[in-house]
């Protein structure tokens, strides 16, 4: 009985996502409907479709639900007791909401809290969706660009001194440091807030409108939120996070990681992302969900992050470039395949695969698959497959547990 399964993924139309790359990725017509993230994997909300080697289709959190330890591997399923990783595409048009995630063990007491206050899971107060941290890593399928983290003191220091309706919080940030600082715009009343704001926005706006911004300046994209704003009345407090955090722009093939604590927003771009199972996020601006500030506070990184923009280890066949994290719960790696060669593995633990560009044939045991742009396959624990390209190259992401 063969280990390969073909997967069918989940759409997710979030307004901030994009209309053409996504449904061009899998083979479908636009329809002018926002194609924000492609799901695969076995989150409750929305887990992917599977085909068993019997032709059944099954949700694939109720096929491992059946099949824990074979298909994930006994050490896995040991450990993880669930897919242990969340695989997905994403097209940003419009930017996402400046977050951060907890780590696990603040997510359980979170998510322990919540259901004892009887808080519903689809709530839109809730902070925890579930029981997990939330690392997770990006790699850029287009030129991506993202915020990460927080400055370094000098730099901080004079983007305070350099734009002049932050100068009042140059002493904030001299004697009570990150946490003084964010602290204080982010309690702001929506009146100071607009105050603050508005004449900064009425400054910059017209530099971004005839197009004299570049995107590594933080004037661009906090012209670019207000622009994009609903309410143009009252200002999103978000704003001041584009100012302090570290502008990031990514190139197609380099990877950025982001672990528990690292406030983060990502800008403009596409890229394949892989996290644990998990949908924990807590807000702190650019979007209409909800923003819980006192709970975000309490789970910020208040120091300088220096970003660390990874390309990879190119591995031994010359095919496979694995991108390393600290996370225990899943690896991501790409494989470029050219029509000379045929890429070989063992999974030792569950995978899960997407053609980005080309077409191949996934062959395991006396099964082979022929798999075209925006298809995906699974494989369950301890099997042997390869890889043949069917044109002249192909390229694929690769979700699994190290």
């Avoid at 579930?130 to 991506?144: G, Q, T, Y």
């Avoid at 975000?296 to 990184?301: D, F, G, N, R, S």
């Avoid at 970003?307 to 690896?331: C, H, I, S, W």
């Amino acid at each position: 009985m063969s280990k390969l399964h073909i997967l069918k993924g989940k759409l997710q139309h979030y307004a901030w996502g994009g209309k053409t790359f996504i449904p061009n990725l899998l083979g479908m017509t636009p329809d002018n409907e926002t194609y924000a993230e492609y799901w695969l994997g076995a989150h409750d909300n929305a887990p992917s479709v599977i085909e068993t080697s019997s032709g059944e289709r099954l949700p694939l959190n109720e096929f491992l639900n059946s099949n824990l330890s074979a298909a994930l591997g006994t050490d896995v399923a040991k450990t993880f007791g669930r897919l242990p990783f969340l695989f997905k595409v994403l097209d940003v048009h419009d930017m996402l909401s400046i977050q951060v995630h907890p780590t696990k063990k603040e997510a359980e007491k979170g998510f322990k809290k919540e259901n004892e206050l009887g808080i519903p899971i689809t709530a839109s107060h809730r902070n925890y969706k579930d029981d997990n941290h939330k690392p997770e890593i990006m790699v850029a399928l287009s030129e991506f660009w993202l915020l990460h983290g927080f400055l370094t003191r000098d730099k901080l220091t004079k983007i305070l001194q350099d734009v002049p309706e932050f100068n009042y919080l140059l002493p904030v940030f001299a004697n009570e440091g990150y946490l003084g600082l964010y602290k204080n715009v982010m309690e702001q009343t929506t009146d100071e807030c607009n105050a603050l704001l508005r004449p900064l926005t009425k400054r910059i706006l017209p530099l971004y409108q005839s197009g004299t911004l570049e995107k590594s300046s933080p004037d661009y994209w906090a012209a670019k939120a207000f622009d994009a704003a609903e309410d143009k009345t009252n200002f999103d407090k978000g704003i001041y996070s584009i100012y302090f955090f570290n502008i990031v722009k990514v190139n197609p093939g380099e990877a950025v990681f982001q672990d528990a604590g690292i406030p983060h927003a990502y800008l403009e771009g596409q890229n394949m992302e892989l996290m644990a199972n998990s949908d924990n996020v807590l807000r702190g601006g650019l979007t209409p969900k909800h923003v819980d500030v006192p709970e975000l506070l309490k789970h910020v990184a208040f120091e300088a992050t220096i970003p660390n923009v990874m390309v990879g280890e190119l591995q031994t066949d010359g095919m496979e470039r694995v991108y390393k994290t600290p996370a225990p719960d899943f690896e991501l790696s790409k494989i470029v395949v050219l029509d000379s060669k045929n890429y070989q593995s063992k999974a030792k633990s569950a995978q899960i695969l997407i053609v980005i560009d080309g077409k191949v044939e996934v062959s395991e045991a006396d099964k082979i698959s022929m798999l075209s742009k925006g298809e995906s396959v699974f494989l369950e624990a301890n099997c042997d497959y390869g890889i043949r390209a069917l044109t002249p190259s192909a390229t694929l992401y690769k979700a699994t547990t190290p």
